[in-house]
């Protein structure tokens, strides 16, 4: 090094003859030096290595298992194929066993004050209900546990064990189960019911699909009597039939076109529709009377009809909700809430409606520079309060993919489960608050640990 600074700066020639040495040499020594400082530069970076040792497999077996959603030989042949080792099954079986029990510990500490409203319901597994429970706000999901039965005494019993970890919500969201119903008022006799919009639509909506096939096959019927009457050879009785079939085609196209028709205003009228919900609620009605004296004949219909109408009070709670968020919304901006109730109205207009135009404008004007602000804290609003249970559905979907691998799920395997879909981020998301976070995050407005984290592993 101290010879390298000595010769720095010095002209070749003086330090050839210092060094005794051609100038040659010291041009040759030179180029070398800049290629090995080159060489150094371009090196390729050294690729990174997987320690492969018991944390890491173990680490693996979670990952495939949850993420990968593989069953247990499938996690074999991964360590076969691509690790080169052999792991048995009764290794992946008590890693998963010693994950169960951290994910139950896990999700025993965990705070469940946050939640007040709760999405609630049945979903089966071999036949085995699965008591399931979401915060259809954060999505955290709060139960998951398999019951030898879904009556009052089993639900009450769950919804106790969550009591106790702070669960007290202001409202219930579920469908009209016996279980269900009879428990919710023992544990939380606060809480107000809201009936489930989409259960409720849904069986309708098949009643109606019926209806639907029936008229289509009559069309098919009529299309293939006419085709016959064009051919070579018509016959009389394809005339007869064909004459006799058309008023039963037009009738069931009618019966469908008005049924439909209605079952659409009927959604909305349980969407944020933009009514009262005085009107809501005549308006929803209206249309119940009307579908059932179009659908007289058909019991399936009128079964249906009446059990709307009877929880029809429950459908349209979230309404009575709304009105009075509204009236808090107003004291707390001290913007009139009459003006955040027009707002609302103008829902139940089409955008280039000249009513919902007129109302724009005229609240427009009454708070000036604040419209922006007001219709930001209306939406919000609208975006929390919830009316339908359809997260347990869409939970079901998900745990449907680990019920085709495993055939049956371990008990021990739901809270594993849990966990993981609580602390897993959302890469996507209709709500764009929830992007990048976890259910879990959402739920405590903290960072949250990732799942394998959470389990210690």
Not at 170 to 183: P, R, W
Not at 257 to 262: M, Y
Not at 274 to 301: K, R
Request: proline fraction near 4%; hydrophobic fraction near 40%.
């Amino acid at each position: 090094m101290a010879g390298a600074k000595a010769v720095a700066g010095k002209p070749v020639a003086e330090i050839a003859s210092e060094l005794g040495i051609s100038r040659q040499s010291v041009y040759n020594y030179k180029d070398n030096v800049i290629q090995r400082i080159e060489s150094l530069d371009e090196a390729t970076p050294v690729e990174p290595t997987l320690l492969l040792d018991k944390k890491a497999i173990n680490r693996m077996i979670i990952v495939l298992t949850l993420c990968c959603k593989a069953s247990n030989r499938e996690v074999q042949d991964f360590f076969k194929y691509a690790c080169g080792i052999s792991v048995s099954t009764g290794h992946i079986s008590g890693v998963l066993k010693e994950a169960s029990k951290r994910a139950q510990a896990f999700d025993d500490s965990i705070d469940l004050s946050g939640i007040n409203q709760m999405a609630i319901d049945e979903i089966f597994q071999c036949g085995k209900p699965i008591l399931t429970g979401i915060d259809p706000i954060s999505t955290y999901t709060f139960q998951l546990e398999e019951s030898p039965d879904r009556k009052a005494e089993s639900w009450a019993l769950h919804l106790l064990d969550k009591q106790e970890k702070g669960l007290n919500p202001d409202v219930s969201i579920n469908d009209g189960g016996t279980g269900l119903m009879s428990a919710i008022p023992q544990v939380f006799p606060k809480a107000e019911i809201q009936a489930d919009t989409f259960h409720a639509l849904y069986a309708l909506g098949k009643e109606i699909s019926k209806i639907e096939r029936k008229a289509n096959k009559l069309i098919n019927n009529e299309y293939e009597l006419d085709a016959k009457l064009k051919g070579k050879k018509p016959r009389l009785k394809h005339k007869e039939s064909l004459e006799e079939l058309r008023p039963k085609v037009e009738e069931a196209i009618r019966r469908y076109d008005i049924v439909n028709i209605l079952y659409i205003w009927l959604k909305m009228l349980l969407d944020f529709s933009g009514y009262s919900l005085v009107d809501a609620h005549i308006l929803s009605e209206w249309v119940l009377q009307e579908m059932a004296v179009a659908t007289a004949d058909i019991p399936g219909m009128q079964k249906e009809i009446t059990k709307i109408y009877k929880i029809l009070p429950s459908l349209l709670s979230y309404v009575g909700r709304l009105e009075r968020g509204i009236d808090g919304l107003s004291q707390k901006t001290s913007i009139p809430a009459e003006i955040y109730k027009q707002m609302y109205r103008q829902m139940s207009y089409s955008p280039d409606n000249k009513i919902n135009i007129e109302l724009h404008c005229n609240i427009a004007i009454q708070l000036q520079g604040r419209y922006i602000e007001a219709r930001d804290e209306l939406q919000k609003l609208l975006d929390t309060t919830k009316k339908a249970s359809s997260l347990v559905e869409n939970l079901n979907g998900r745990i449907r993919g680990y019920i085709e691998v495993k055939r049956v799920i371990p008990t021990g395997f739901f809270v594993l489960l849990k966990v993981y879909f609580n602390t897993h981020c959302y890469n996507r998301s209709r709500c764009s608050s929830r992007i990048g976070k976890s259910p879990l995050e959402l739920l405590t407005n903290q960072p949250q640990p990732n799942f394998l984290e959470a389990l210690g592993f």
